[in-house]
């Protein structure tokens, strides 16, 4: 996305601690002072009329390197939809606290294990998909129809602006997605981004370090 003030910005530091009997004042972690909860919040209300850059570290920023509105609101809208994936990626919610990560495992990016397909660390398994997304082996189930002569590029970047078979090709991966996994209304918390976070941080606990351990392949 750019712009390195918001680095910060794509994840929260909410503890997860694995050694029975520890708490925080055992180790040396601190958590950063902005995240993806808050960046939600501000983000959302500047798009509402309901935050002023005067009030937001996050608006502040945006508007000192967009002088226009238009720009600033176009790119507070990237953000969104990007923190809503971030938030919602168990690893950009959580970091592991204890006696061999005491400063806390970044989300998964201080364990590491030998490479497949260009990820090595706990935290690109769960932003690849499980390998899916790695960028070495594109996710293109089959060429659409409407551009039968496009050849499947391996290990690029995908180009922006996308051009019309990118266009397509993402929307039949989320219409698929959208299909496989219908979304239960009731189930939905709308703009409740710390409920999203609580969610991503149990589900870590759950599925991603439940059976893992550094230095070894998940499976």
Not at 37 to 52: H, P, S
Not at 61 to 78: K, M, T
């Amino acid at each position: 996305m750019g712009y390195y003030y918001q680095s910060d910005w794509h994840f929260i530091d909410q503890p997860y601690l694995d050694e029975p009997g520890t708490t925080l004042d055992d180790f040396n972690f601190t958590p950063a002072d902005v995240d993806v909860v808050d960046a939600l919040i501000d983000l959302t209300g500047y798009m509402k009329g309901e935050v002023a850059a005067a009030d937001s570290t996050y608006i502040s920023q945006i508007v000192d390197s967009f002088p226009a509105e238009a720009d600033q609101r176009s790119f507070v809208l990237r953000l969104l939809i990007h923190y809503v994936g971030d938030v919602h990626q168990p690893e950009h919610a959580t970091s592991l606290i204890d006696s061999k990560f005491p400063e806390g495992d970044r989300g998964g990016n201080s364990e590491h294990f030998d490479s497949v397909s260009g990820v090595d660390n706990l935290h690109g398994v769960w932003d690849s998909v499980i390998f899916e997304w790695t960028g070495k082996n594109r996710p293109v189930k089959s060429i659409p129809t409407q551009f039968p002569n496009h050849k499947l590029l391996i290990n690029i970047i995908i180009a922006q602006p996308l051009n019309d078979y990118e266009w397509t090709n993402y929307t039949d991966i989320v219409t698929g997605l959208a299909s496989k996994y219908p979304v239960d209304q009731t189930k939905l918390k709308d703009q409740d981004f710390n409920a999203w976070a609580a969610e991503s941080l149990e589900l870590a606990k759950d599925y991603v370090y439940a059976g893992f351990s550094d230095g070894e392949q998940p499976s």
